[in-house]
C-alpha cells in the first residue's frame, strides 16, 4: 500500500514499514494547503499535527485510512471521512505518561519559579530570598478534570507527592475512582473552589469548547494554580488572562487557543505580555521518544491489522 506520512515519524518504524512492502512517502513539511496535491494516489495518511480538513479527505481519491498519530483527533474531519468511506483511527494511551509528566513539571516549575530563577541567575543576579518563598505541594489539593488515559497517570504521580487528589470526569467512573481512592466532584465549579492546582485533560468537542472561562475561573481559588496539556480550545484565553490579573492565578499552558501552523516559527504572546504567573511550552507533551516510539508502534500494528484484515483497530468515526 502507498503510505504518505506528513508529520515526523521514527526512522526505525519507517524502515519497518517499508520492509512489510509498503511504499512510503515521508514528508513532514506538508501542511494542509500541501496536501491535497500529495495525496491523490495515496491509500494510507500518518499526521501529527496536521490538520486534515474535507478538501484534502477530497484530494485523496485512494484514501482509505487516516491515522492519528496521538490520542486526540479533533483536526481531523472525522465526519467528512466516515462520509466518504475514510476510516479514521487514533492511538489512544501511547503518550498519557508524556503529557503526565509534563502536567507535574509544569506544577513544579511554577511552585518553584524555576524560569525566573535560572532566568535571574543567567544574568548573575542572586535572589535566594525571593525564590525561597514557594508554597510547595506536598499536601495541596489537585484537581483533575477529565479522568482519562491522561488524567490517571497524572493522579498517581501526584500521590506519589503527597497531594489530595479530586476529579472531574463527564462520564460516571465509579470503580476507576475506587481504585485510584480519588474524590469524585460532581462539577467543574464544585472542583474549581476546592482546589490548589487544577490540570485539564479534555477533548476539544462541541461541548467541551470555551469550557474554561470567567464563570469557571470565577470559581477557582485566588492565587490557584491552572495547567493546560490538552487543547487550547478548551480555555477562553482572554478571561484566562484577566484572572491571572485580578485573582492572582498562576497558568501553565503547554496548548493555547490559536498556535502557530505546522511551518510558522512565530507566536503571539501579546496575550501574556508581562505575565509573571505564565509559563508556557510548545505543545509538547507528547513529545518524547518514549511516547513518540509508543506511537508509531500503535499506527504500525494498526496498519498490519487493516492489511491482514480489512478492520480497523482504534477507529474513531
Known amino acids: 500500500m502507498k503510505i ?29 494547503t500541501t496536501l491535497p496535491a500529495a495525496i491523490a494516489d495515496q491509500d494510507i ?54 503529557v503526565a509528566e509534563l502536567a507535574m513539571g509544569l506544577m513544579l516549575a511554577l511552585d518553584r519559579r524555576l524560569f525566573h530563577n535560572t532566568r535571574d541567575l543567567r544574568a548573575g543576579v542572586w535572589n535566594k530570598s525571593e525564590y525561597s518563598k514557594a508554597k510547595g505541594i506536598f499536601g495541596r489539593m489537585l ?3 477529565g ?17 489530595k487528589v479530586v476529579a472531574y470526569d463527564p462520564y460516571d467512573k ?6 485510584l481512592d480519588i474524590t469524585p466532584e460532581p462539577d467543574i465549579y464544585t472542583l474549581a473552589a476546592l482546589c490548589d492546582v487544577i490540570t485539564v485533560h479534555l ?13 469557571f475561573f470565577d470559581a477557582m481559588k485566588d492565587g490557584a494554580t491552572f495547567i493546560n496539556t490538552a487543547r487550547g480550545g478548551l480555555v477562553v484565553t482572554k478571561d484566562l488572562v484577566d484572572a491571572m490579573k485580578n485573582k492572582h492565578i498562576r497558568a501553565a499552558l503547554d496548548v493555547y487557543e490559536k498556535e502557530p501552523k505546522a511551518n510558522d516559527k512565530t507566536f ?27 506511537v508509531a508502534q500503535r499506527a504500525v500494528e494498526i ?9 480497523f483497530l482504534f477507529r474513531v468515526n
Request: aromatic fraction near 6%.
Open 45 to 98: 495518511l500518518i499526521v501529527r499535527s496536521t490538520k486534515v480538513p474535507a478538501a484534502v479527505i477530497d484530494a485523496g481519491k485512494n484514501l482509505k485510512l487516516i491515522i492519528r498519530a496521538g490520542a486526540g483527533y479533533d483536526t481531523i474531519d472525522i465526519a467528512h471521512a466516515a462520509q466518504k468511506g475514510v476510516a479514521v483511527c487514533n492511538c489512544p494511551g501511547t503518550n498519557s505518561i508524556a
Open 174 to 179: 465509579p470503580e476507576l475512582f475506587r481504585q
Open 4 to 32: 504518505l506520512i506528513a508529520d515526523k515519524f521514527p526512522a526505525h518504524w519507517k524502515e519497518v514499514l517499508a520492509q512489510q512492502g509498503h511504499q512510503i512517502t515521508d514528508n513532514p513539511a506538508l501542511d494542509e
Open 203 to 215: 477533548p476539544d468537542t462541541p461541548e467541551t469548547h470555551g469550557l474554561f472561562n470567567k464563570k
Open 143 to 145: 484537581g483533575i478534570i
Open 147 to 163: 479522568l482519562g488515559n491522561i488524567g490517571k497517570e497524572v493522579a498517581k504521580r501526584a500521590k506519589a507527592f503527597g497531594m
Open 303 to 311: 496498519i498490519d491489522q487493516y492489511a491482514a484484515t480489512g478492520k
Open 268 to 294: 503571539d504572546y501579546s496575550p501574556f505580555e508581562g505575565a509573571d504567573n505564565f509559563y508556557g511550552t510548545h505543545h509538547i507533551g507528547a513529545s518524547t521518544e518514549q511516547a513518540q516510539d509508543a
